[in-house]
């Protein structure tokens, strides 16, 4: 829980835990956390 969301992580796979945690970042740090998480093939290049 952050102050942009909340998200359930039970039972997902590694790319859903990724993608559903970013949005709930800070607004400054989204577009690096999801190049890193492209760079490690965590997401695919169509996600964020």
Do not use: Q, W
Not at 21 to 26: G, Q, R
Request: charged share 20%.
């Amino acid at each position: 829980m952050t102050e942009y969301g909340l998200v359930n992580l039970d039972r997902r796979f590694v790319a859903e835990r990724v993608r559903a945690l970013i949005p709930l970042t800070h607004p400054g740090f989204r577009a690096l956390l999801a190049c890193g998480a492209r760079g490690t093939n965590s997401i695919s290049k169509g996600s964020f």
